[in-house]
């Protein structure tokens, strides 16, 4: 027997199909000194019994994305490997009951021949001459996806194992990690058999990711949100009509989809697979008597067919042939799902060299994308694309358990639900209030969700349709349509007040603290009594961030950011600071309201001492009050009006709030904030600032000082990038839309020709228009140049407009 291995550069945690494509990645790009652990055999944990369906649809572009590389890389693996394996890529066909999901699927189609997939969109006869035991006279049509498939989650595995192992990489299994710990700077993973010591670490934990978590904790780590539901899916007996299909065509049936029932019904051999996302669904291992046991391996629950009876008549409906053979098996087996029912990929919060894969719904399917970006995040500490929706810092301290079962569950039982821009899923709320809370509802909010700080969106009048069913429209129009448009106006005329609760912000302090910050943003601090926005790029210039900045003295400076990169852009500071900086996290004591519009300084005035109110735009005075109490008051305004952030105790917020309110300020919300600031063309964090654009495409230029005396992280990167010129180009576009406006990653065209995409869509009340904001190929980012933006299947003629923002070209107003 070999002995056993005391060090790696690596050590996965974890051997289902997620670890071992990590593993195999690893390898992949030259790290072979891997060690996977497995604390029983390969695929013991979720892998074993999954469905192994193996889509490429989503409504996400980085989800689709990361499901369309598994399909690539699962195509040829077999072969690279030389492990044969069953992959049957038999297409998929999801069924519409709505116009609604019709247009869900054409935008999905959409952005899936963006990315080479010719999906197709089919009428209720086209469906059912592609599959044709279906009953068809209720639906509005369906998608057809040519990629989709099943694969054997086992071999799968294997097959990515032994790549790795093929490659260097050492797979232990029946070593189960027992803990970890930390010694000159260097990890140690504890097992039975042995010590390893390493460089990092991946929890690639399945569903005992929170019990491996929980090891990190004392380096800086935090529980892993996460919750475990019940999935089961039932196999039938054989089909003769089946056998017959499959023998005369030479194929499967295609995957079928009832998305607006819920249920997947697959080709198993000759018979069905039928797996439901039922409503009355069923968590596990959540309450104390009913603990997580220390092993399950190659475990099942009980069957619980009462629980899914109703989607079984569903689909015995919708497919006759089902009801004509028997259950022969049914599988019922632990999912994990994280709050959004998306996976935890990337750097773990707050652990040096950590990192976690983990938490997949849909990890067969994801699987191969999972390694690829796991392992691009380890070796480069950057990935390809932009992957904020796995990111594992879209999580902050907020999601504690109560939440994370309440919104696995409600992810479970809406698992293909749509996901429609006016609806907030009810869920989990409330997690964290601003003492303005009470106002806020008094004068009709309806709150969204920020890093779990309740905003209002806007703000309802008496007799306007507050129901959740009003909110199931990709339209414009709604209940909210009208009362937008008063709240923009009342910007524009009077004076507007909007609570930003949560915005991140922190507190740099220490020897060389400006220079500090300054070494990592590309742009150049303001001077004393000043701010502005820096733009934080990686090493290869793309946008990691942006922050509003501070720079009080060389040795104090202060960071404002978006409330949901509130660890995403900690950890950039922390992770790089010096000795002897200090970063502390102030974002719960303070609020900050922004009380903009024509008016603004006339409501301020009576109520304002010791603030300067004629001072310039861009400035920012520390000592005074508003209405009696302490408060910093910056002058900006991201509705591109005469405004100030007040920035002020959190505790203050509510006598300020009322003073100004009092004094004839209009309450307004986020909606009409996303309207207002896309009629200026200021950019909106991971949407149109990502890591998927260099600083130089966002048209960030003026933000970009290339001539600066301190280097900063993309500096060579960005310099190359501007002798070559950029292949793309940042610009802002009217369009003739209908219904809608355009959303994130709507296709461009140019002809036949795919030109770009959008990157943020509204209406702008003050230029009556609607306006998008997007990435176009240079030579077509020219003012007037028409073009076509595809919303939901449709396309529209756009135009582009020239490099300034549409409203206040000259910033006249904001300056006034
Ligand atoms: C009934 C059912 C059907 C499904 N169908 C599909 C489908 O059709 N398509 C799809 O994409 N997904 C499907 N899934 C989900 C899919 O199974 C999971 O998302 C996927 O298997 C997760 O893989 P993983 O590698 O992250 O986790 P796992 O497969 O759970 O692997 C984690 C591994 O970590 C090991 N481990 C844990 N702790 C330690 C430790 N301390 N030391 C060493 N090893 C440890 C475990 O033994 C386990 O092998 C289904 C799930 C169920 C329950």
Redesign the pocket.
Same mark, same amino acid.
Do not use: M
């Given at each position: 027997m070999s002995e056993f291995p005391t060090t790696a550069r690596i050590v996965i945690?974890?051997?289902?199909?997620?670890?071992?494509?990590c593993v195999y990645h690893l390898a992949k790009m030259g790290w072979s000194d891997c060690i996977l652990?497995?604390?029983?055999?390969?695929?013991?944990?979720?892998?074993?019994?999954?469905?192994?369906?193996?889509?490429t649809f989503s409504t996400s572009w980085s989800i689709m994305n990361m499901q369309r590389y598994s399909t690539e890389l699962y195509r040829g693996l077999g072969e690279a490997v030389d492990y044969p394996m069953n992959y049957h890529v038999t297409g998929s066909i999801r069924l519409a009951h709505s116009k609604e999901r019709m247009q869900e699927f054409e935008r999905a189609a959409g952005m899936g021949r963006y990315q080479g997939m010719p999906i197709e969109i089919l009428n209720p006869a086209e469906t059912q001459e592609r599959y044709p035991f279906l009953e068809t006279h209720d639906l509005t049509g369906s998608l057809y996806d040519p990629h989709d498939g099943?694969i054997d989650?086992a071999q799968l595995?294997q097959a990515l194992a032994k790549g790795a192992r093929d490659m260097g990489a050492q797979i232990l299994r029946f070593?189960?990690?027992?803990g970890i710990s930390r010694e000159n700077g260097e990890w140690i993973v504890h097992?039975e058999k042995g010590d390893i010591r390493c460089e990092y670490v991946v929890n690639?934990?399945? %569903? %005992?990711?929170q019990?491996?978590g929980e090891w990190f904790k004392p380096h800086g780590g935090r529980t892993v949100p996460m919750m475990v539901m019940?999935? $089961? %899916?039932l196999l039938s007996e054989e089909v003769p009509e089946i056998e017959t299909y499959t023998k005369e065509t030479g194929h499967k049936l295609p995957l079928l989809r009832d998305v607006d029932s819920s249920y %997947?019904l697959r080709q198993e051999k000759h018979g069905f697979n039928l /797996?439901p996302y039922e409503r009355n669904c069923k968590g596990h291992w959540m309450t104390p008597n009913d603990p997580m046991p220390d092993?399950f391996?190659f475990q099942l629950y009980p069957d619980d067919l009462e629980r899914i009876e109703w989607y079984i008549e569903d689909a015995m409906a919708r497919v006759p042939l089902l009801g004509t053979s028997g259950v022969s098996r049914v599988?019922?087996?632990?999912?994990?799902y994280a709050p959004d029912g998306l996976?935890l990929i990337g750097p773990m919060p707050g652990v040096p060299n950590a990192f976690e894969?983990?938490?997949?719904?849909? /990890?067969?399917? $994801?699987?191969g994308g999972a390694g690829k970006v796991l392992a691009e995040w380890v070796v480069e500490g950057q990935t390809e694309w932009d992957m904020w929706s796995v990111d594992p810092r879209r999580y902050t301290d907020y999601t504690d358990q109560d939440y994370c079962d309440q919104k696995g569950m409600e992810v479970y039982g809406h698992e293909y639900a749509m996901h429609f821009p006016w609806h907030e899923w009810p869920a989990g709320r409330n997690k964290k209030l601003s003492p303005l809370h009470s106002r806020l509802q008094d004068a009709g909010a309806q709150f969204g969700a920020y890093n779990g700080w309740e905003r209002a969106n806007w703000f309802a009048q008496a007799g306007d349709d507050t129901s959740e069913e009003s909110t199931q429209t990709w339209d414009r129009a709604g209940p909210w349509e009208r009362r937008i448009r008063e709240e923009c106006e009342a910007v524009r005329d009077n004076c507007g007040i909007l609570a930003i609760t949560g915005f991140s912000r922190y507190h740099v302090t220490g020897r060389g603290a400006r220079e500090f910050v300054d070494g990592l943003t590309a742009s150049r601090l303001p001077k004393p009594g000043r701010i502005s926005l820096a733009y934080f790029p990686d090493n290869r210039g793309r946008i990691l961030t942006e922050m509003s900045v501070m720079a009080w003295s060389e040795e104090e400076v202060g960071l404002i950011t978006a409330a949901t990169a509130q660890w995403h852009d900690m950890e950039i500071l922390t992770r790089q600071a010096p000795e002897g900086i200090t970063i502390t996290d102030n974002t719960k004591e303070m609020e900050c309201l922004l009380v903009t519009g024509p008016n603004a300084r006339k409501i301020l005035e009576p109520i304002t001492e010791g603030h300067d109110l004629s001072a310039s735009w861009l400035s920012i005075s520390m000592e005074g009050t508003v209405a009696g109490n302490k408060c910093a008051l910056a002058r900006v305004s991201f509705a591109g009006e005469l405004g100030w952030e007040i920035h002020c105790a959190i505790d203050a917020a509510p006598a300020i709030w009322d003073a100004i309110t009092d004094a004839g300020a209009k309450p307004f919300g986020m909606w009409a904030l996303n309207s207002l600031r896309i009629e200026k063309g200021y950019r909106a964090w991971k949407g149109d600032l990502s890591t998927d654009y260099s600083l130089l495409e966002g048209g960030l230029e003026r933000f970009v000082k290339l001539d600066k005396e301190v280097d900063f992280p993309g500096k060579a990167a960005m310099l190359a990038e501007k002798q070559q010129g950029v292949a793309n180009r940042f610009v802002t576009l009217t369009v003739d839309a209908g219904a809608c406006d355009a959303p994130y990653m709507s296709t461009l065209w140019q002809g036949d020709e795919v030109v770009g995409e959008t990157t943020s869509g509204a209406w702008g009340y003050r230029v009556n228009t609607s306006i998008a904001l997007g990435m176009l190929r240079t030579d077509l980012a020219v003012p007037g140049t028409e073009i076509e933006v595809e919303i939901y299947g449709q396309r529209h003629k756009a135009v582009v407009q020239e490099d300034q923002p549409l409203w206040d070209p000259t910033n006249a107003r904001l300056r006034a």
């Open positions: 945690i974890g051997g289902g199909a997620v670890g071992a494509s652990l497995e604390k029983n055999e390969l695929t013991a944990g979720s892998t074993w019994h999954a469905a192994g369906n193996v889509p099943d989650p595995t070593t189960p990690a027992t097992t690639a934990a399945g %569903y %005992y990711a019990r491996v019940s999935h $089961q %899916y %997947y /797996g092993d391996s599988i019922n087996g632990p999912i994990p996976p894969a983990c938490v997949f719904t849909f /990890g067969i399917a $994801q699987s």
